[in-house]
């Protein structure tokens, strides 16, 4: 599987801003997608994450740094995760990557672990400017 992160970029305080991440290859493989997010000098940090659930509907967890302002949702047709940011703020300035995994959780709280995800994209700038 190869996931294609785009949409980072330069965007002022309060203003919203949306990535992408394409996934192709042995898609049906994976379960979840999500979004990590890196700072300067430090580790990647959970952001969102999407897990199919079939007929039920997908399921999604947040960050609570995140929640109520960024919506993950997928593209099921089109193989593509997004992750519509609002409100930005100066502190959401960081680089953004998508990742994959096969497993599934029951408990969404698993997923914010980056040691269970089994595929990667490239990152992605986001810079807020205050």
């Known amino acids: 599987v190869q996931l294609q992160a785009s949409g980072g970029g330069l965007v002022q305080a309060g203003g919203s801003l949306r990535l992408s991440c394409a996934a192709s290859?042995?898609?049906?493989?994976?379960?979840?997608m999500a979004w990590f997010r890196q700072f300067p000098g430090k580790e990647r940090d959970f952001v969102a994450v999407?897990?199919?659930?079939?007929?039920?509907?997908?399921?999604?967890y947040y960050a609570d740094s995140v929640k109520g302002r960024f919506t993950i949702s997928r593209d099921n047709a089109k193989n593509t995760v997004y992750l519509q940011m609002a409100s930005l703020k100066p502190d959401d300035t960081a680089v953004y990557y998508c990742?994959?995994?096969?497993?599934?959780?029951?408990?969404?709280?698993?997923?914010?672990?980056?040691?269970?995800?089994?595929?990667w994209g490239q990152g992605t700038q986001v810079t807020v400017s205050s």
């Open positions: 999407v897990r199919w659930s079939g007929r039920i509907g997908d399921n999604t």
């Open positions: 990742a994959g995994t096969r497993a599934y959780y029951t408990n969404m709280y698993y997923y914010i672990s980056g040691a269970r995800y089994d595929y």
């Open positions: 290859g042995r898609t049906l493989s994976m379960n979840g």
